[in-house]
């Protein structure tokens, strides 16, 4: 033990200075073969643009394990071999992200617009009520979650069914201004509702 140390001395002299221990150091991987299997299986899914969760590569795992007689018992933790797959190959999980994403270039100064058109039709108008609308949209088909993917990707795509576009709107509208006559009325209706 001591002569290992005593040929590693040089390794150690010309790593970097914040280094702890030698590369290839701790323990090594008790499925190693099954561990770039996986990898290799992540890669090929990610290359198709399907979407890939920690508990898909519990299942792969599971699949893909052959036990021999001589080894250990496989058991498949959802953490500790998934965050082994994430450290020796640099996968991380990722949000899906799309083109859309980026606002366009003339984001802010069509905001600036609309807000300015509105305050001027108010002016001259002289508006008793205002009433704001908003939309709330529910998803039918949401590819929500986050994704596994290689370290720094840029874009994180995700294949889909084409249903996650389609939504329901639900409308909520509400008056600015409420005559006090009016006030008792609504309050009353919502109660009975």
């Not at 221990?21 to 090594?28: K, P, T």
């Not at 996986?38 to 899914?45: G, P, S």
């Not at 908003?134 to 088909?141: F, G, I, N, R, S």
Request: with cysteine; hydrophobic share 35%.
């Amino acid at each position: 033990m001591i002569r290992e140390w005593c040929e590693q001395e040089h390794d150690l002299q010309i790593s970097k200075k914040g280094a702890k221990r030698l590369a290839d150091g701790g323990r090594h991987l008790s499925f190693a073969e099954l561990d770039d299997q996986l990898a290799t299986w992540v890669r090929e899914q990610r290359a198709g643009k399907k979407k890939v969760s920690r508990r898909m590569i519990q299942m792969q795992a599971q699949k893909n394990f052959v036990q021999d007689d001589n080894e250990q018992e496989f058991k498949v933790g959802k953490h500790r071999l998934v965050t082994e797959v994430y450290g020796s190959h640099n996968f991380v999980a990722r949000e899906p992200t799309t083109v859309c994403q980026k606002p366009p270039k003339e984001y802010e100064h069509a905001l600036v617009n609309l807000v300015m058109y509105i305050s001027q039709l108010r002016e001259k108008n002289n508006f008793q009520h205002i009433y704001a609308a908003d939309e709330t949209a529910v998803w039918l088909d949401s590819t929500g979650g986050k994704c596994i993917a290689d370290k720094g990707a840029k874009e994180v795509s995700v294949l889909t069914t084409g249903h996650d576009k389609m939504r329901i709107f639900l409308v909520n509208i509400s008056l600015a201004f409420v005559p006090l006559s009016m006030r008792s009325s609504l309050v009353n209706t919502a109660k009975v509702r």
